[in-house]
């Protein structure tokens, strides 16, 4: 059984309860980090952390999101997790406990802070080398998707229209622009140059994001932040996701037309080794 952290406490997960009342099980009206732990260490904690600490701001939460970085840590201990090569911490903040009412709690309610770790078993290089599909969807969110919301319902409806199409990504696409994909963001190869949409509010400003930029730049590959039609991601040399549960992800199929020579390209291989290396140090 794992042991989850709620509110204070570390419990087993099938003792932790959350009121009806919580505004996140009624509003969906908070936000969440997802962290990767490489043998036990946050890898890009401090650009997690920031991430959080703006969605808080944004919805107005008062929540000193420095305290979670304790509780990152409680939790890979107890849950066995400190030596693992891979895990992933996931914690959530919501408004707190409240009679259903649309405006705030007046005087606020503390919020409520909910977090679990689980070992990620990454995919088996050969998997990873015959490469992966995506389908496009449209993009339904609101417009604040930089926010982290753990309001998650289009990208739940996306992700399931990839998972009823038999492929493992679903691009969210707005006035004919691919963004990103359901739970990662999207690059595009052409002509050697590394391309991803620039950050604006209708994606998440990713921390693997950041970090494959940084490599690309490393690799002395050329990097355009720009908007990607979808008509022109069906002619690009390679397409591949990145995320903190996708790592590096190539797609050598979107909306069933091949990309490139429908073969994983070398862009994505050296940034996955790259990727690899420096989450491995
Ligand atoms: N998702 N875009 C969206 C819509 C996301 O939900 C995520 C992360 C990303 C990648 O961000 P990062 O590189 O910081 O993980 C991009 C998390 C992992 C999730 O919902 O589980």
Redesign the pocket.
């Known amino acids: 059984m794992s042991v989850v952290y709620l509110n204070g406490d570390y419990l087993p997960a099938d003792q932790a309860k959350v009121s009806v009342n919580d505004r996140g099980f009624l509003f969906g009206d908070g936000v969440?980090e997802?962290t990767p732990a490489y043998r036990g260490l946050l890898f890009r904690w401090a650009?997690?952390v920031a991430?959080m600490r703006k969605g808080l701001a944004a919805l107005g939460i008062d929540y000193d999101a420095a305290a979670l970085e304790a509780v990152k840590q409680g939790l890979l201990a107890r849950n066995g997790l400190d030596d693992v090569p891979v895990a992933?911490v996931?914690v959530q903040v919501t408004r707190g406990i409240a009679p259903r009412t649309h405006a705030f709690p007046n005087p606020p309610v503390p919020p409520s802070v909910y977090g679990f770790a689980n070992q990620y078993v990454r995919p088996a290089r050969e998997v990873w080398e015959r490469g992966y599909s995506a389908i496009t969807v449209p993009d339904q969110r609101w417009a604040l998707?930089e926010i982290?919301a753990i309001a998650?319902l289009p990208?739940c409806l996306a992700q399931q229209a990839a998972v009823d199409a038999g492929v493992s990504d679903a691009i969210f696409v707005r006035d004919g622009i691919a963004l990103?994909?359901?739970?990662?963001?999207l690059f595009a190869v052409f002509d050697g140059v590394v391309t991803t949409a620039p950050k604006s509010n209708y994606?998440?400003?990713?921390?693997?994001?950041d970090?494959l930029i940084e490599l690309a730049r490393e690799l002395g590959l050329p990097v355009e932040e720009r908007a990607i039609p979808v008509a022109e991601l069906y002619s690009a040399d390679e397409v591949f996701f990145?995320?903190?549960?996708?790592e590096v992800r190539p797609s050598v199929e979107v909306d069933g037309r091949k990309i490139g020579d429908g073969r994983v390209g070398p862009v994505a291989r050296g940034l996955f080794d790259a990727f690899l290396r420096v989450t491995a140090g």
């Not at 990103?180 to 963001?185: D, F, I, Q, T, V």
């Open positions: 969440y997802v650009q997690h991430r992933y996931y998707a982290k998650l990208n990103e994909g359901s739970h990662n963001n994606i998440l400003h990713g921390v693997t994001r970090l990145t995320g903190t549960t996708t």
